[in-house]
């Protein structure tokens, strides 16, 4: 299955447009560690930000008061994924993968409304890749194929929805997140402390000592996993969000490693109808990330900031984000994706002295009635110095996605996916990137 036919069929952007064109629902520019997980918001009324994202509300819960009864009525689900990837570079050597894998998920149902268990077990195995063309992360290094039990946790649910969670768990937090683009996503070992119950105020507390990266088996530690050669540290987290009665939202999530580093995140979001049917969404952002303590990391000072404009009507859906990044050092993701409006398929933008805009469009052609698909199309640019210790080149990426999810009928938990991303950067060291990926959910019991 060679890289270069596939990739040079994406080549042209005037493909990218009549895709899109012939999609028929929205979809929306939110961070690609979120955008990854689900197809589009079908307007800015539905949309999702990061940090209305990490307090997603529980799922509606099954309670039994007898032990027995717990363990037989527990639910058993298996979800399947083959993922196709090329990246053809100017520069480097090409990256070709094709897996075969998924998760199998346990779950028992609650005990007297106040304890539950659940487990995940992955694998991703290889079906074509060479080793010459390894880098997808679709595997282990050296294309290998790898199986790990990435969940195991247990859940305790002390007041309405205070619920304390223990040990091998996800996270759906800014810069702490699964990261869902592969075959198998991060995942931490922790305890969490999230109260999702109130109608204004929620908030979350966590303590986060080992990560399993996206193409591992083993879990390591929160220090290892930014690339330091040192000592362990964990890596504490506050977060909360208020929802004011106009529903206009204001988060706030702080990540804190002992020696290492501190992250502070926030954002704003408000979103309004008008009598004519147009509903505008308007969100910023802010982020500080600096060293602390021994500086295990180096020592670094650097702020982001980020404003985004959003409007749908009548189907159509666009989206308009500026970020800027100071030139003191480049954002770090060592534990995830990136919450910046401008995160997308392969680059963040996120450079020292980056600064990025981002255009955005989608359609839902509902005139032709919900058929299961959505596309949509992004593009941004980003300029960094020209000279100096944080000189870079210039940038720019083209992003398609096209997804068929019907929903209903027997095909209801199939989604397909194709992805293309066009990298042209100044000093010609461009990529072209293809995703074909297929999912498919059903329950074992």
């Known amino acids: 299955m060679p890289v270069s036919n596939s990739l040079k069929s994406l080549d042209s952007p005037k493909i990218a447009l009549i ?45 039994f008061t007898k032990l027995g009864d717990m363990l037989s009525e527990s639910t058993l689900n298996l979800n399947l994924r083959n993922f196709y990837f090329g990246r053809d570079r100017k520069t480097q050597q090409n990256i070709e993968t094709w897996a075969q894998g998924g998760k199998l998920d346990f779950a028992t149902p609650w005990w007297k409304d106040r304890l539950h268990l659940g487990a995940t077990l992955h694998t991703s195995q290889k079906l074509y890749g060479p080793a010459d063309r390894d880098g997808s992360r679709l595997l282990k290094p050296g294309q290998k194929s790898f199986t790990v039990l990435d969940q195991a946790y ?13 040990y091998r768990q996800q996270s759906n937090l800014p810069y702490l997140n699964g990261l869902d683009t592969r075959m198998i996503p991060n995942t931490f070992e922790s305890v969490t402390l999230f109260d999702t119950s109130g109608k204004r105020f929620v908030y979350g507390l966590a303590q ?18 930014a690339g330091i050669d040192g000592p362990d540290r964990a890596v504490s987290t506050a977060a909360a969000r208020y929802t004011f009665p106009n529903d206009a939202n204001i988060a706030v999530v702080n990540h804190y490693a002992r020696d ?25 952002q802010y982020a500080n990330q600096r060293s602390v303590g021994d500086q295990l990391g180096g020592d670094f000072d650097t702020r982001f900031w980020g404003a985004k404009l959003a409007a749908s009507h009548g189907g159509l859906l666009f989206t308009v984000a500026r970020t800027s990044t100071t030139n003191n050092a480049g954002i770090r993701n060592d534990w995830g994706g990136d919450p910046s409006y401008i995160s997308i398929i392969i680059e963040n933008f996120n450079r020292a002295g980056e600064d990025a805009w981002l255009l955005g469009l989608s359609s839902d052609f509902s005139y032709f009635g919900d058929n299961g698909f959505s596309a949509f199309i992004n593009y941004a640019r980003g300029d960094t110095p020209d000279n100096g210790s944080n000189a870079s080149p210039d940038q720019s990426e083209l992003d398609l996605t096209v997804d068929y999810k019907p929903g209903t009928g027997l095909a209801k938990e199939l989604w397909f996916r194709l992805r293309g991303a066009f990298v042209n950067q100044d000093g010609g060291n461009d990529l072209r990137e293809v995703h074909l990926i297929a999912n498919y959910d059903f329950s074992v019991l």
């Open 260 to 284: 290492f580093m501190n992250i502070f995140y926030t954002e704003g979001n408000t979103r309004t109808r008008t009598r004519m049917g147009m509903k505008f969404q308007f969100s910023t």
């Open 154 to 166: 247990l859940e305790a649910r002390l007041y309405r929805q205070l619920s304390l969670k223990v």
């Open 208 to 225: 986060t000592w080992r990560m399993k990266e996206r193409d591992a088996d083993k879990f390591i530690s929160m220090t290892k996993a």
């Open 19 to 63: 895709l899109l064109l012939g999609a028929t629902r929205p979809a929306y520019a939110t961070p690609e560690y979120i955008q990854s997980e689900q197809t589009g918001a079908g307007s800015v009324g539905t949309s999702v930000e990061s940090g209305e994202y990490a307090f997603k509300p529980p799922a509606p819960a099954r309670v």
